[in-house]
DNA sequence: GTGCTTGTTGGCCA
DNA sequence: GTGGCCAACAAGCA
C-alpha cells in the first residue's frame, strides 16, 4: 500500500504519539524477514530507555530519531502499516515491532514482510538515509533531470520508468498511474519518445500529485485524517481504479487495465493514446 | 485450488 | 558495462 503519501501519514501517527516519550519497552519478532540483516538484540538494548525525540519521511522511508542521535529506520514495503495503540497492546501475528512507552504501543505490523526496519546506533546519517534521491518537491527534481532520466531509459515504457526510486522517489504504482493520467500520456509510451511538452507535463503532473497526495492523505500541516485514503476526491483517478466497470472521471469512458513494466496498470483509453 | 496484491532486489540476457 | 525483464520474497483475499 505505502507510497510517498501514506508513508507520511503513518510517520504521522507515530510521531504525533510518541515524540517526546520514552522508550520503556521493546518487543521483536526476532525471526521477521523485515530484520534481515539488523540484530535484534542490539536493536532492543539500543531503543530501551530511551527517548524518542523526532521523525522525517523521504520517499517511502522513515526516520525516526531517538536518544542522542540514533536513528530508526522503517520502510513499509508492500503491506506494511503503524499504529499508535493503548499501552497494554498485545503484540499480534505480525506485529513484527512494537515500541511500548507510558501511554501507547507504537506498532510496525506487515503480513507480508516486504518492509524492512533498519539501524544506526549513532549520530551519523545512515546510507539508508543518505542513499535516498533528492525529493520530487525539490529544485533538484527539474525537467532537465527528468528529461535526461528519460533518455537514459528511452527504451522503457514511461509507467516503468516513474517507479524507479533514484529518479522518482516515493512514486509507486498507483501514483504513477494518477500521474500518467493527469498528463494525458498512455503508460505504454516509450520514455524516450516524449516530447518536449509532454516531459513539462510529466514533470508537473509529479509535483501535483506529490503535493495533492501529501494534502489529501496526510494532511499536509494540518490535523490527520482519521484514515487513509478518506479525502481523496473523486475527480482523482484513484477512486476509480479498481471499481468494476470504473470510468474515467474526465471522460466518463471506460478504463482499462493491464500489466505493464510488470505491474498492474489502470489508464484512460479516451485519454492517454499510444 | 487459482490468481491476484499501492515494493524491492538480484539474476539473466540482449 | 548498461539497460530491460522477470522471479522471488510472504501472506491474505476473492
Known sequence: MPELAEVEFFRRRWHEAAVGQKIVRVAVHPRARIYRGVDTDALTEALTGIRLTGSEAAAKQMRFRCGKG?????????????????????????????????????????????????????????????????????????????????????????????????????????????????????????????????????HRECRNVCRGALAKIAGRGGKLPRDLNVNIPDRWLFNHRWQPGGTCPRTRRPLAHATIGGRTTCWSPARQKI
Open 70 to 202: 540514533a536513528s530508526l529506520g522503517i520502510h513499509l514495503g508492500m503491506s506494511g502499516e503503524l499504529e499508535a495503540c493503548p499501552p497494554g497492546h498485545e503484540p499480534a501475528k505480525h506485529d513484527h515491532l512494537v515500541l511500548f512507552t507510558a501511554k501507547h504501543a507504537l506498532v510496525f505490523r506487515d503480513p507480508r514482510m516486504f518492509g524492512r526496519v533498519q539501524f544506526s546506533p549513532g549520530p551519523a546519517d545512515p546510507p539508508w538515509w543518505t542513499g535516498i534521491a533528492p525529493a520530487i518537491s525539490s529544485p533538484a527534481f527539474s525537467p532537465a533531470a527528468v528529461a535526461a532520466f528519460l533518455r537514459r531509459r528511452a527504451r522503457a515504457p514511461i509507467k516503468a520508468v516513474l517507479l524507479m526510486q533514484e529518479r522518482f522517489p516515493g512514486i509507486g504504482n498507483w501514483m504513477a498511474d494518477e500521474i500518467l493520467w493527469r498528463a494525458a500520456l498512455h503508460p505504454r509510451r516509450k520514455a524516450g519518445s516524449l516530447s518536449p511538452t509532454e516531459v513539462r507535463a510529466l
